[in-house]
């Protein structure tokens, strides 16, 4: 069959199946099979799940694990995670266990503004421009008002919209900078209708006042959200922090280096990420809109850089970041995933100002596990007990060989091929 196909999006599911399995599987019955392993029995759930996308063939399943014992600002949370790597949510436990005993994590919403741009071109002179948009302003924020009417009964809306000349970038470049508040929505859908129509009024308006036209290039948010920022942080005397498996000198030096070495700041921050990225997944929110602001951040002085901080001062052990998060806990996945209902049901249907403390924790709280793993024991000791299970499950041993071996390696190093060896000679033994 050719690798070429039109009209593919109209075929039923089950022909669609049928194309790519005939077009690219050799083993054609056991492709089919594994897709359709992952069918959910009841079917107005796959329903729903098809429906989320295009073209969906099957699910694609995730672990959905919790954290439970983080107190934040007082209150105890149970944290869910939805992550395929192992440690993470290890890690996260142990973290909201530690800090449980000195205090726990404090948070705190800096601000919720974010920001969207109608981009666009014009040859004419700027102070004609300028004059033009200062005498449409309010037209645009009315014309807009079928869009804002109903989150501005939240409490939200379009807090401003300035004129931006970006000329010397690129000639004939300029842009109406818009800012908004969006409440307990994340507001993607919200801010770009509110683009969109600014643009429309834009240029209707400007075809009438203007001698030059005014070309829209495109209307669309931004993920960059600086001044949608949360703090999280922890801290306690330098007495109450453990002797054998917790070094704060070295702690801070750990988070010193990152904060000037962009080659360890990316892997310090893929860190954080582990914590953030699986609550924002597990709670509906929109995991690369929150990497691609969070990045930015992290660069935001010129040079990539760590996004904790810690210090020692007068016998205090200090650790914590600030950090953009534009997330929602109305509206989108939100109200439709029933995991996603649940994940939120368990943090006390929060509020989007609460979710984002949650989830600065999330990150905080990984960060602090990763820094005290590297800089006492390394990370491999964790990272390959977690793994074991995923080995064991490769090499299809059965649960009374994991238990066995499980047991042997809490006494001796995993390796790869350790466990390889292990287990063929628990096999060998066996038989
Ligand atoms: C692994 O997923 C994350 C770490 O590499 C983070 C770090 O190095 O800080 C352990």
Redesign the pocket.
Known sequence: MSATISGFSKLSKSKKIDWIVETYFSNKEEAKKIIKQYWNTNLSLQNLHDEFIENTITNYYLPFGVAPNFSINGKMHTIPMAIE?S??VAAASKSAKFWLARGGFKTQVISTTKIGQVHFMYAGDFKTLENFFNAVKKQLIADAKPITKNMEKRGGGILDIVLKNKSKAISGYYQLHATFETQDAMGANFINSCLEQFAKTFKAEAEKQLQETIEIVMSILSNYVPDCLVRAEVSCQLEDLPKDDFNAEKFVQAVAIAEVEPYRAV??N??IM?GIDAVVLATGNDFRAVEAGVHAYASRNGSYSSLTHAKIENGVFHFWMEIPLALGTVGGLTNLHPLVKLALELLHQPSAKELMQIVAVAGLAQ?FA??R??TTTG?QEG?MKMHLMNILNQMEATEKEKETLVNYFKTNTVTHSAVVKAFNDLRKKNN
Do not use: R
């Open positions: 790597e440690s993470v892997t310090h893929k860190g582990n960060n990763a820094l793993s590297l990370i990272h």
